[in-house]
């Protein structure tokens, strides 16, 4: 039996449709962070504090990603642009990220741990409702979903690209970023409505 055309015609326009939406949202959030991303400490404004974001840790060993991103938010705290980090991850991420910066000589009072940022979702709510402007830190792949986030959650933010060195599994960090900004996209305008 032959297929219509207008249904040929529909089912073209649905795949092509759901194949350029990861896209649209992908694009659409890299363009609306794009103006709040900073590549130093130095160039950052003034903030209330630093959200590090989480990556592995061994043990008390911060994997390069990590390691650079705590550098950074200890970089922002030296040049006076945030009063405080909070250290965003899983606990044991959380707990290697403050003590590695209590060794760089950040006061312990001015490093909290959120031991619940399981994700870049997670850990942006946790400084929602607080009345602080953050400056969240990762890897200029990562920050346009977090500043997204941020937005969706109104929450006054900037980015601070934490990228230091090259990373040997930046293809798959990107791969996973878009699955990830998609998601985020559909979840914070669609399902938590």
């Given amino acids: 039996m032959k297929k219509p055309q207008g249904f040929i015609t529909a089912l073209g326009l649905s795949l092509l449709t759901l194949i350029s939406m990861p896209l649209l949202a992908w694009g659409m959030v890299r363009h609306?962070?794009?103006?709040?991303?900073?590549?130093?400490?130095?160039?950052?404004?003034?903030?209330?504090?630093?959200?590090?974001?989480?990556?592995?840790?061994?043990?008390?060993?911060?994997?390069?990603?990590?390691?650079?991103?705590?550098?950074?938010?200890?970089?922002?705290?030296?040049?006076?642009?945030?009063?405080?980090?909070?250290?965003?991850?899983?606990?044991?991420?959380?707990?290697?990220?403050?003590?590695?910066?209590?060794?760089?000589?950040?006061?312990?009072?001015?490093?909290?741990?959120?031991?619940?940022?399981?994700?870049?979702?997670?850990?942006?709510?946790?400084?929602?409702?607080k009345g602080q402007s953050v400056a969240i830190v990762s890897q200029a792949y990562h920050l346009p979903r977090a500043l997204f986030i941020a937005r969706q959650l109104e929450i006054k933010a900037v980015g601070v690209a934490a990228d230091k060195r090259e990373y040997e599994k930046i293809k798959a960090f990107r791969k996973r970023e878009l699955i990830s900004t998609v998601w985020a996209a559909l979840y914070l305008l669609v399902l938590a409505e």
């Fill in 32 to 129: 609306q962070a794009k103006e709040n991303v900073y590549a130093n400490a130095q160039e950052t404004p003034a903030m209330d504090a630093a959200l590090v974001l989480g990556a592995a840790a061994y043990g008390s060993r911060l994997s390069d990603a990590l390691e650079d991103r705590v550098n950074t938010g200890i970089e922002l705290y030296q040049e006076d642009k945030v009063a405080a980090l909070v250290m965003s991850g899983a606990p044991n991420e959380s707990k290697a990220m403050r003590n590695y910066a209590l060794k760089k000589g950040v006061p312990p009072e001015k490093v909290t741990e959120h031991k619940e940022g399981l994700n870049t979702l997670s850990s942006v709510q946790s400084m929602q409702g």
